[in-house]
């Protein structure tokens, strides 16, 4: 589901005076570009550069015992927190009975991914929400004549929840994890802050905060990580006023492997430090297991927030 596109921001003036009593004059405020798009990731190659726009920077090594197998770690920029890429999108408003006239793409242009947030059920294909704002765009009446880089990628590089390997781990230990999601955020600065007099475009789209955060329902097998959250370590009996934090990794893999290979593709989110909160109380109800509700966000850690995606796609150079 792709909902990106144009915002015309179109308002009634206010009432005035002396006229009647029915809306007077119409305005602009300007424009922007927003929304996004939901998707089923393919980690085979395309989907780096996504998460390269979320994060920001990226280190890739290949793997010392596999030279054709790259693990791509995206991360925060080390000289600028708060650095995220421009990006272009491009959308097409498919033809009305291949009438090719009726064609519309719409360009977009000077944009940051604001969120990414990845959806992990226990049952079915994992799906990831990009949220983009941008600065201007442009339609296009003649989309067929667009070239692209890449070609589409098949179904077996698409992450699926029930695959063996994958798994979520709250301080080293696995979580029996029934539903999770894990967001990423790029907060920006308020539009109409970003608006100058003179000027219907934003001047630009900055980033003021960065979080990673997660949601995660399990299921109850043993009071320890309860009463870490609460009394502050296995065996406390009382409550503690120490927020109880930890690491946080969570990784994700194919159904198939990869191409000559004998393990699948993989991405992995890791956050050295995270603040976990309990969401509502143990419930107890008939014909019904007991689940735990957790969030958390990430703290300032030396690895604040990474990505690690495993395919091989030997490096992400950002064009300049």
């Keep these: 589901m792709v909902d990106l596109a144009p915002v015309d921001d179109v308002r009634e003036g206010p009432p005035e005076i002396g006229g009647i009593a029915v809306p007077t004059f119409p305005y602009k405020a300007g424009l922007v570009v927003a929304g996004g798009a939901t ?15 979320l994060l ?12 054709d197998v790259y693990d791509h770690a995206f991360k925060l920029s080390s000289s600028d927190s708060t650095y995220v890429p421009y990006m272009g999108f491009r959308k097409v408003v498919p033809r009305k009975d291949n009438d090719a006239d009726t064609d519309l793409g719409e360009r977009y242009e000077d944009c940051k991914i604001v969120g990414g947030s990845l959806v992990l059920p226990n049952d079915a294909p994992l799906t990831m929400r990009f949220d983009v704002v941008g600065r201007k765009y442009t339609f296009d009446p003649d989309p067929h004549l667009w070239t692209y880089a890449n070609t589409m990628e098949d179904w077996q590089s698409a992450p699926v929840a029930c695959q063996t390997g994958g798994y979520l ?23 109409r802050t970003e608006r100058v007099y003179g000027d219907p475009y934003i001047e630009d789209v900055t980033i ?20 870490k959250v609460h ?3 296995a065996t406390g009996t009382t409550w503690s006023g120490k927020p109880y934090t930890s690491s946080f990794e969570v990784k994700t893999v ?8 004998t393990e699948p593709y993989s991405l992995t989110v890791a956050a050295d430090s995270v603040m976990m909160t309990q969401q509502g109380g143990i419930q ?4 019904n297991a007991v689940m735990l509700r957790f969030t958390g966000v990430a703290l300032e850690a030396t690895n604040y927030a990474i990505f690690t ?12």
Excluded: H
């Design 39 to 53: 998707l089923q990731p393919r980690l085979q190659s395309t989907f780096g550069w996504l998460l390269y726009g």
């Design 56 to 67: 920001g920077s990226v280190t890739s090594a290949a793997d010392p015992y596999n030279l």
């Design 169 to 191: 781990k709250i301080d080293g230990s696995e979580l029996p994890v029934v539903s999770a999601q894990v967001g990423f955020q790029n907060v920006p600065l308020d539009m």
């Design 208 to 227: 003021i905060q960065r979080r990673l955060m997660y949601d995660i329902t399990c299921k109850w097998q043993d009071p320890t990580l309860y009463r």
């Design 231 to 233: 009394a502050g370590g």
């Design 254 to 261: 194919s159904s198939m492997d990869m191409p000559s290979e």
């Design 284 to 287: 107890l109800a008939g014909n």
């Design 309 to 320: 995606l495993r395919n091989k796609t030997a490096s992400y150079v950002w064009p300049v």
